[in-house]
């Protein structure tokens, strides 16, 4: 089966402008994780959706926000773009509690 | 407040060679322990650890939980160029939604020829 699907792959912003980033996860599994991921920092949690219902979210200001829609698929936006905001934006989906993650390509967010 | 500490940050090995891995956390209400394998962007998935003690093994790779000792080990044996990456190890918890890991910093490993 298809595994979890990221687009774009790269996209360059410039410094205020905003960004929205697609997932679209394992056919059947209703959570979709999100996480930021920088070489000083590592990965990091922003947020998790569930039956289009953010259930938890990181500690992100509030730039950052995400949704999910009826088809699992979700989205996550950035608004008002920073240059520390570059950084390798991944998305995993879960089908089962106790069950591995699985992630996407990832999309790589340059800020300038 | 939570932590999941991996060592060594990063190492160069030779074909061949044996390499151990280090992940130590500190969690409230833990549930489980999983390593992943990140060669270029998409982490792969290598091992999920509940119980302390059961040794999980793939091929040349083995991981172990010591849930006394908050740690878990992965090894890997007769190391290959292919083994070159970061590894990753997360803990998941109890009381958060399913769907959220808490990673450390990942173990950059090179193998040369």
Redesign the interface.
Known sequence: KAG?TQTPRYLIKTRGQQVTLSCSPISGHR???W?QQTPGQ????LF???SETQ??K?NFPGRFSGRQFSNSRSEMNVSTLELGDSA?Y?C?S?G???????????T?LTVV | EDKVVQSPLSLVVHEGDTVTLNCSYEVTNFRSLLWYKQEKKAPTFLFMLTSSGIEKKSGRLSSILDKKELSSILNITATQTGDSAIYLCAVDKTTDSWGKLQFGAGTQVVVTP
Do not use: D, H
């Open positions: 979890v959570s979709v994780s996480y590592g990965l990091q949690f998790e959706y569930f259930r938890n990181g390798l991944l995993a879960k089962q509690p106790n069950t591995e993650a699985f992630f996407g390509q990832g790589r």
